[in-house]
């Protein structure tokens, strides 16, 4: 079986920092791989490498059998590309389903060119609404569907990132920290949110996460990256137990094996 | 209400030389639509979150473009007037594709050198260009043999291209491609990330900023009859800048309010001649000092306090 997304050889520097130096992953069709690693270790850049957000300096990134293209960020959303942001990412004075609309519709609008695929933009359109509707009750966000998407709690906002992406119709959606600066409770939705996404919709997660339990709990598998470099790749299990990832990630001190899992949970909760 | 109101006051507003046939008030008026279509191009620009300083060079290309078609190649004045809308767009394209990457304050002063630039061109090249001297006997307007080059008849064309220029911008800034602007504006990233191609659409606005300014130009020409390269300098642009910061730059009628109002303001103050320039700047300065979102904003204001 080949990968849905396959990495190579990624590199990228910012002045003498090595961001993301010489990183290759892959990711399989309906799967969920966590992305770990410290502050600073290189996982946005690597999701801006992908996307095309970012140019990189060397090495490529295949997608559904196409080279992508860096530089174009819109055309790789445009093949099933999708991402969700580490900052919540609302438009000003915007209703979240006004929101979801502008998802909805944007990939069929793509470039001036496509307004002269009428049949094809005119479908897109008729079907905006009822994508809309679907997609906001799948993300629980149908209560506050016409609230405006800045005054939402930031758990919310998050969600609506993410739903935003889905929105686009994606095959697989890279997640930039979806639980960070959300509650206890919140992080229960959006973990239980990322896991229907891949059980219902077959949609591939990549998952930049720092809460370990839950991208332990949540991942296949397990890509885990310091200085810009993979340091431990593998299943939730053996990753957790590589001494590099323990001696990078928390300096060699916990023992969070234990704590793990659906059972650990209750605890952290 | 309101905007049935504004929409009678401006039609009001644009039938008063008819009214008056006046012949000092056709040629203002004239003036306030040429200056409106070059504000308006600025306009574009500023829409997509970047100041170019380019635009009178655009209105020189079509002005230059309409003079020399009619004038040495004897073309009909509508097919002139449109190679004068579609050679800026087609350069703009083309220029945009380079220079839009560049953002904020280095994009303006990369546009200002390339106006500069084209200035520089029409005076170097005194064939075909005319240099110093710039263009003489630019033939009038007319349509199928119609002249067009009495002042009510010149008043009426410019009134028609104005309001097309507008309509065209209103479809693009308005609606759905009024939302992709919107958004790229708002949250470049975010909305790259749902699939549009920020620098696709960035040019296309900044081409209909060529055309539109082409349009002032090849109007311009023929009005006047005459051009010649300084008219089309950065000051000419910045004199569309200040049209666009005292109409309201947030606000599609920003560049006609800001034509409206400042065209004829040197006219006013026309008596006291050693003290134009201080009435002019100062009035400029009283406006934005205590009207920062011009006088459209005004309006706007009004309309959201209800
Ligand atoms: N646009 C940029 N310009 C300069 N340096 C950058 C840029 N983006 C990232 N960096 C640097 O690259 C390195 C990796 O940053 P990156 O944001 O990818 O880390 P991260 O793993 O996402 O961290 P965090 O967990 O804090 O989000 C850091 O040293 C950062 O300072
Ligand atoms: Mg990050």
């Known amino acids: 079986m080949s990968a849905l997304l396959s990495v190579n050889e990624l590199s990228r520097s910012f002045g003498g920092i090595k961001a993301v130096a010489g990183v290759g992953l892959s990711v399989d069709q309906g799967e969920i791989v966590g992305l770990v690693g410290p502050n600073g270790a290189g996982k946005t850049t690597l999701f801006n490498l992908i996307t095309g957000t970012l140019k990189p300096d060397a090495g490529q990134v295949v997608f559904g059998g196409r080279r992508l293209v860096a530089g174009e960020p819109g055309a790789n959303a445009r093949l099933g590309l999708a991402r969700s942001f580490q900052q919540a990412t609302t438009i000003a004075d915007l209703s979240v389903r006004a929101h979801l609309e502008r998802a909805a519709v944007f990939p069929a609008l793509g470039r001036p060119s496509f307004l002269l695929r009428r049949s094809a933009v005119m479908a897109v359109r008729e079907r905006a609404a009822a994508t809309v509707q679907e997609i906001l009750v799948f993300a629980g966000l149908d209560r506050v569907a016409e609230e405006s998407a800045d005054a939402l709690p930031y758990g919310l906002q998050k969600i609506l990132g993410v739903a935003m992406a889905l929105a686009t119709g994606p095959k697989m959606l890279l997640a930039d920290e979806p639980a960070a600066g959300l509650n206890g409770a919140e992080t229960l939705v959006m973990e239980a949110l990322l896991r229907r996404i891949r059980d219902t919709r077959g949609i591939a997660l990549m998952v930049i996460e720092h809460d370990v339990p839950l991208v332990m709990r949540l991942s296949d598998r397990i890509v885990a990256l310091a200085h810009g470099t993979v340091i431990a790749e593998g299943k939730p299990a053996e990753v957790r137990a590589d001494r590099a990832f323990i001696e990078a990630y928390l300096g060699g001190e916990a023992d969070f094996g234990a704590a793990s899992g659906p059972e650990g949970e209750a605890h952290a909760a | 209400m309101l905007q049935v109101l504004i ?300």
Do not use: C
């Open chain 2, 7 to 306: 929409g009678a006051a401006a039609a009001a507003l644009a039938a008063l030389p008819f009214l008056a046939s006046d012949a000092f008030l056709y040629h203002v008026a004239i003036l306030i639509g040429i200056e409106a279509l070059l504000a308006l191009s600025l306009h574009l620009t500023l829409r997509i979150g970047q100041l170019s300083l380019a635009q009178a060079a655009f209105m020189g290309m079509g002005a230059y473009a309409s003079a020399l078609l009619t004038r040495d190649l004897s073309l009909p004045f509508p097919a002139a007037f449109l190679a004068a809308v579609l050679i800026p767009a087609a350069i703009a394209a083309v220029l945009g594709t380079v220079i839009l990457k560049v953002r904020g304050v280095h994009f303006a002063l990369l546009t200002f050198v390339l106006g500069q630039a084209v200035v520089l061109i029409f005076v170097e090249f005194v064939v075909p260009f005319g240099g110093n001297n710039g263009l003489m006997r630019i033939p009038g307007a007319e349509i199928a043999g119609l002249p067009l080059q009495s002042r009510p008849a010149f008043y009426a064309l410019t009134l028609v291209v104005l309001g097309a220029a507008f309509a065209v911008v209103a479809r693009l800034v308005r609606g759905e491609t009024g939302r992709i602007l919107d958004g790229l504006a708002a949250n470049e990233a975010l909305t790259q990330s749902l699939g549009i191609d920020a620098l696709a659409w960035r040019r296309l606005v900044f081409a209909v900023s060529g055309g539109v300014a082409g349009a002032a130009g090849s109007l311009y020409a023929h009005y006047l009859g005459y051009i010649s390269p300084e008219a089309f300098g950065i000051t000419a642009t910045i004199n569309a800048l200040i049209m666009n910061v005292v109409g309201g730059v947030a606000l599609l009628a920003g560049p006609l309010i800001g034509a409206v109002i400042l065209v004829p303001l040197p006219e006013l103050f026309r008596s006291a001649l050693l003290y134009q320039q201080l009435f002019y700047g100062l009035s400029l300065l009283a406006l934005m000092l205590f009207m920062p979102r011009g006088l459209g904003g005004l309006v706007v204001a009004r309309r959201h306090a209800r």
